[in-house]
């Protein structure tokens, strides 16, 4: 395959920046700062880290608007250099479709729709009535239940399950063991605890360009459908229960778990390992910090850490205080010592309210 190769001054199109230097400079991959040769762009994400392109060797540098100086590589000024990176290394990176069709070791179910140019690999099993969109990729050993309907420019990697009757969007990747529509976590206790199984009869909706990541779980519904929302991007091993809904452009790290019935609004971020219980609202916006655990709905733009969860300044205060509290305690005992022998009453330890009659 021949490399992709652009000029600086292309480059400085694409992501609409401001080049500094020669723009005929000829580049065709991407590398990191220390390390990018001559034909290769890299990027600078602060002002304060430009010190660190007099060693550099790249051939062109993604930097913040208003660098100064004279540097040894071409320069070129955008906005944010973070996101201007990612379209300049996803260009160089990213391969045209081919099309392999459908595997001799794979099994196609009866009544299936399968678009154009699709891959579906050895050991894959289609159930039936299932609507495959244009340019599919379904990679080894995936298993897609009956009546599934895959958008345009997905791709199932191996080992995915998609139980029946879930809805996968177009230009959606779902990574190596994703299970999308296994039955909710739903049970009735009766009155001598046995755990009667509630039926989950919903499905899964999927939207338009969703990435999951490996071995996340999204639990079909008991009713209606758990929805993840356009542009959202899972993380690895994410628990999202049924009837959930994650709305659009949310990002969710590796480990976070929600809870059934639970609604995320709009461009909410959970970090690592943080929680969210059953039946609340998170408002658009809201950020959650690292294993926290949220209990009530978050209003709108709201940010919270710890357990339970509260505002994050207040949790920053709380945590600094935290590794305080052996001194904290010794010095409470040597006061509470102190006070007791001014007053005569007896050292137990413990300070206690006298009130005078």
């Known amino acids: 395959m021949d490399r992709k190769i652009l000029t600086a001054q292309e480059i400085a199109e694409m992501v609409d920046g401001r080049l500094v230097g020669d723009g005929t400079r000829e580049l065709s991959g991407f590398g990191p700062l220390d390390s990018a040769d001559s034909r290769q762009v890299s990027f600078l994400v ?183 929302g356009a542009g959202t991007k899972i993380d690895n091993l994410v628990q999202v229960g049924h009837n959930a809904k994650v709305g659009e452009s949310c990002l969710l790290v590796a480990q976070v778990g929600i809870a059934g019935s639970t609604t995320l609004g709009r461009n909410v971020v959970m970090a690592g390992h943080s929680a969210v219980a059953g039946h609340l609202h998170i408002g658009d916006r809201a950020m959650v910090a690292a294993k926290a655990g949220v209990h009530t709905n978050l209003e709108e733009g709201a940010a919270v850490g710890g357990i339970p969860a509260i505002p994050v300044r207040q949790w920053a205060r709380c945590s600094a205080v935290f590794a305080k509290l052996p001194e904290i305690y010794k010095q409470l005992k040597r006061l509470d010592a102190a006070v007791n022998s001014l007053i005569g009453q007896p050292k137990n330890g413990s300070i206690e309210r006298k009130d005078n009659d």
Do not use: M, W
Request: hydrophobic share 40%.
């Open 46 to 228: 602060k002002k304060n880290q430009r010190h660190l392109l007099q060693n550099c060797q790249a051939g062109a540098v993604l930097v913040p608007e208003g660098v100064e100086g004279e540097h040894p590589c071409t320069l070129i000024e955008v906005k944010d250099p973070y996101v201007a990176g990612a379209i300049v290394h996803g260009f160089f990176v990213r391969k045209p479709f081919v099309a392999k069709g459908v595997d001799r070791r794979a099994v196609v179910g009866e009544d299936c729709i399968l678009g154009k140019e699709i891959s579906i690999g050895p050991l894959a099993v289609i159930g039936d009535r299932v609507r495959i969109g244009e340019r599919v990729t379904i990679e080894p050993g995936v298993v897609v239940g009956d009546d599934v309907c895959i958008g345009d420019d997905t791709r199932l990697c191996a080992n995915v399950t998609v139980y029946n009757g879930c809805l996968i969007g177009s230009r959606v990747c779902l990574h190596a063991g994703v299970v999308v529509g296994a039955d909710g976590y739903g049970y009735a206790t009766s009155a001598q605890g046995e755990h009667l199984k509630r039926p989950q009869v919903g499905i899964v909706r999927i939207a338009d360009d969703v990435e999951i990541g490996a071995n996340t779980c999204v639990d079909r519904a008991a009713y209606g459908e758990t929805l993840i």
